[in-house]
């Protein structure tokens, strides 16, 4: 019997909306105030769900100890507090919140092995969210 997980957690980040292939009018039209040469940032909230067998001696999909672990080491180490224009991930690639919660997709998808990463939220503001669930 397959059951689902779903654990939260929130960081604060910036970053600049900006595509290098566009012109600056064309960055300025697609993104707007967010196109900002100094940044905004946001207070981010991811939620990963996971799913897996219930462990018959637990009575849990995984450990949330396990769980909270990863999270913190590979994702809140990785993006609290940072520029993400700045971090490697992003040097090729426009960090909007869509490709920040699949780069955070991935790391689960590679990394935790204790139970199968479904799904990715990443809600950027009370009015924007976004998921990812793989291809």
């Known amino acids: 019997m397959k059951a689902y997980l779903g654990r939260r957690w929130r960081f604060a980040s910036s970053h600049r909306l900006h595509a290098e292939s566009l012109s600056a009018s064309e960055n300025a039209s697609v993104y707007g105030k967010c196109n900002n ?10 939620e990963v769900l996971v799913g897996g067998e219930v462990d018959a001696v637990t009575g849990m999909v995984c450990d949330l100890v396990e769980l909270d672990r990863f999270a913190q080491k590979h994702v809140l180490e990785a993006y609290d507090h940072q520029n993400l224009n700045t971090l490697d991930v992003f040097q090729n690639l426009v960090p909007t919140t869509e490709n ?10 590679e990394g935790f092995t204790a139970a199968k990463v479904e799904r990715v939220r990443v809600e950027e503001t009370s009015n924007n969210s976004f998921e990812y669930a793989g291809e």
């Open 37 to 46: 040469p100094h940044g905004h940032g946001h207070n981010y909230t991811v």
């Open 100 to 109: 920040l919660c699949r780069e955070i997709y991935r790391v689960f998808h």
